[in-house]
């Protein structure tokens, strides 16, 4: 279960309105780090977006940097992380919708602590323009296949990052 305690506002001041003025903004999405404990919300959530079940990969990524582990306070969408060569590869990132992609998106690069790299699908929408905005440029073209089928495998609309292309 999780903490209220350790969540913290994607934005500063998120949710305040103003004395004698209701906010008609809903607040930015809020999230917390993720643990051990989350495992198997996360690869429930993870498996609608991707298609398969995959949480021994999920449970892998976690261990390998898991103070990059981070998951929305309502537990509608998560991002994972881990090391590289030359960069950390900041992903898979699933969400609900798009507020909570750029809020996890934002997080995990507020938080690496030095390059980074994000495999982002087509459908990645305003985490494209998140990446970007970041500095983020382009490198190489990411393209899912499958044979014998013409409608993609899960739901490729929660899927705001990969965790690389030889992992998915």
């Not at 998951?71 to 990132?93: K, Y």
């Not at 798009?98 to 985490?127: H, K």
């Not at 440029?137 to 705001?160: H, I, S, T």
């Amino acid at each position: 279960m999780l903490r209220s305690a350790s969540c913290r506002s994607s934005g500063c001041g998120a949710g305040a309105a103003r004395i004698g003025r209701p906010s008609r903004r809903p607040a930015p999405p809020t999230w917390c780090s993720a643990g051990p404990e989350n495992l198997d919300r996360i690869a429930a959530i993870d498996a609608l977006a991707f298609g398969a079940p995959r949480g021994r990969l999920l449970a892998g990524l976690m261990t390998r940097a898991p103070g990059h582990a981070l998951m929305l306070a309502d537990g509608s969408g998560f991002v994972l992380a881990r090391p590289g060569r030359a960069a950390l590869q900041i992903g898979p990132l699933v969400a609900a919708d798009q507020a909570g992609a750029a809020a996890l998106l934002r997080t995990a690069l507020a938080r690496a602590p030095g390059p980074v790299i994000v495999d982002l699908p087509e459908s990645a929408g305003d985490a494209a323009a998140i990446a970007a905005a970041a500095g983020l440029v382009q490198e190489r073209p990411y393209l899912r296949m499958a044979l014998g089928r013409r409608e993609p495998f899960g739901d490729p609309g929660r899927l705001f990052a990969i965790a690389g292309p030889e992992l998915g």
